[in-house]
Every structure is written in C-alpha cells, then in structure tokens.
C-alpha cells in the first residue's frame, strides 16, 4: 500500500492561560494519502484550525504541543525552526480564513506571489517570478491577470482576494494544502467559483489538501473522508457516503439535521443543536457533547467515550451508537 503522505497520531495542544489549561485539541489522529482531500468539520472552538495551525508551527508560545505530525518520514513537530521554515510555504501550503488580513496591505499582489516564489527559490529572477505569477492568477481564474498582479488586496473583491491567496499558497508546487475556512464570508455563488478553482489546482498539482470547515455542504463534493471535531476531539471519522448518509453520532446527527434541504417538507422548521459549545478550560467530567445532547444517557454525564470502530473505516465516539433511533448499522457499507 501507498504510505500516507501526512501521518497525525495523538496531536494534543494546549494553551496556558490565566485559569488554567485549556485543551484546544486532544489525541487527533489521521491519515492523509497522496492526492487524496480530508475534510475537517465542526463548529467554532472545536479545534479544527488549532490541529493545522500546530502542523505548521504558527501557534504562539504558550502553546504546549505533543504527539506527533509525519510528513513524508519527517516529523514535523520535532523539526528545527529552520526545517520548518523552508517546508511551510514549499512543500506544504496554507491557505488562510480571512485573505484581507493574511495579504500585507501595503504591497500588491504580485509582489506578495513573486516573494513567496523567490523565498523558496533563490535563484528566480524578477522577470520569471512575475511571469510564474500572473500564470498563477490566471490558473485560478483572476480575469486580466496581467494588469491585476500590479493592484493591491483592497483591489480586489472578497472572491478574487481568496482566488489569489490559492495562486499563492500553490506557487512552489506543494504536496500539501491546508484550506483554512477558504470561502468564509463569500456568497454561495462565489464560494462555488473559489471551491471549483480549488479543484482544478488538485487536479493540475495532485496536491493532497486537507479541508477546515463548518460548511457541511461544502464538503460533501470537495473531500473523499471526513473527522467531525467537537470539544478538541474526533467524534466521528469515516467517507463522506458513510458520515453523511449513515450518521452514527449525535453530534454529527446535528449538524446533519440543521443543513437546509431541497426534500425538506414545505414549511418545516430547521433542527438546531441546543446550548452552547464547552468551555475548554472547564470541560464536562464525561461526554464533552453531554450537556446538549438529547440522547445522553446517566454513563454520557461519567465518563467520556473512546473512537470505536463501527464497520470498515467507519468510526464514532459515543456510548450509546448501537440504540441511537437513526443509525442503521450497515446502511453505509
């Protein structure tokens, strides 16, 4: 079999603060293959962005981090600052949430892209690097990129500025995307365009990419597997057709249920998840999800459950999977 091409295994990160620790992510486990997109999905705070940001080493000092990230036989976490240095933005690339505050205002676009390739290639000259450039915001649609690699971000719409951050952030040929949240604060129609641009740079790269969203419709044309975070952990994993059509975690369930669909009923109200998302710093003794689950039984309130297989690559962490009213075991094989 093809090894992994990023091998996650019990990533903990923790933050010191004034009250204490909190447990932004704990024990997060993944494969990634070559050329293959996992999604990550939950709500805010569920550690989604910290797991990528620790890869990278982009989390501020108070962090303490543990477990382990290897990519391509290299641990990432371990490695030197320097090491890092020249993977991040080469061979592993991040696409950030918000393009306005990750571009520097006072340069262009052009120049930021020309950096980025120069940095990791010394010997590129001005005139290559402006042309690799404009090739770039070309390849993910910016129109009349010549004359648009000479304006700045605020130049740009919110699409064009997310379309040049991909022009960026694939300018060295990474292996590995990380797309943070890319069509935040974008109207549907755009966030197509940005996803659809997404796409054709996977397929002319083969870049493997790993998806941070809350937008479960997002995801569902865009990755092959799925972890859906809660309270810094995993609480279900498996394909995209085994987590969306055979949900086997109340959480998940939720977020299902609050999607708006076409076959919905005329009329019928969405479904929200009540309450409010833990307190890091001052988790619940048992399940995390608990306190508003409708499902949660006396064992849910003692004692969290583990990630337990419930059939092929499909995984859940709850203790009553077998009895919960919409999980049909074997419906998603």
Known sequence: MTEPLLSVRELSVDFRTKKGYASA?????????????????????????VGALALLGLLPGSASITGSAVFEGEDLLTMKPSTLRKIRGNRIAMIFQDPMTAFNPVFTIGDQIMEAIQIHNG???????????????????????????????HEYSGGMRQRAM??????????????????????V??????????????AETGAAMVLITHDLG???????????????????????RDVFYNPTNPYTYGLLSSIPRLDREEGSKLQA?????????????????????????????????????????????????????????????
């Open 25 to 49: 992510v704990r024990s997060l486990t993944y494969d990634l293959m070559p050329g293959e997109s996992v999604a990550i999905v939950g709500e805010s705070g569920s550690g989604k962005s």
């Open 123 to 153: 010997s590129t000259t001005d005139e290559e690097a402006r042309k690799k450039a404009i090739s770039l915001l070309e390849l993910v649609g910016v129109p009349e990129a010549p004359k648009r690699v000479d304006q700045y971000p």
């Open 166 to 187: 991909i022009a960026m952030a694939i300018s060295n040929g990474p292996k590995l995307l990380i797309a943070d949240e890319p069509t935040t604060a974008l109207d």
């Open 189 to 202: 129609t755009i966030q197509a365009q940005v996803m659809e641009s997404l796409a054709d740079v996977r």
């Open 218 to 240: 997002l995801v569902a044309n865009s990755a092959e597997r799925v972890l859906v975070m809660y309270g810094g952990r995993v609480f279900e994993r498996g394909t995209i």
């Open 273 to 333: 998840i009540p309450g409010s998302p833990p307190n890091i710093v001052n988790m619940p003794p048992g399940c995390a999800f608990g306190p508003r689950c409708g499902f949660a039984t006396e064992e849910c309130h003692t004692s969290a459950a583990e990630l337990k297989l419930i059939m092929n690559q499909h995984y859940s962490r709850c203790h009553n999977t077998e009895s919960l009213p919409f999980v049909s075991i074997g419906a998603g094989a």
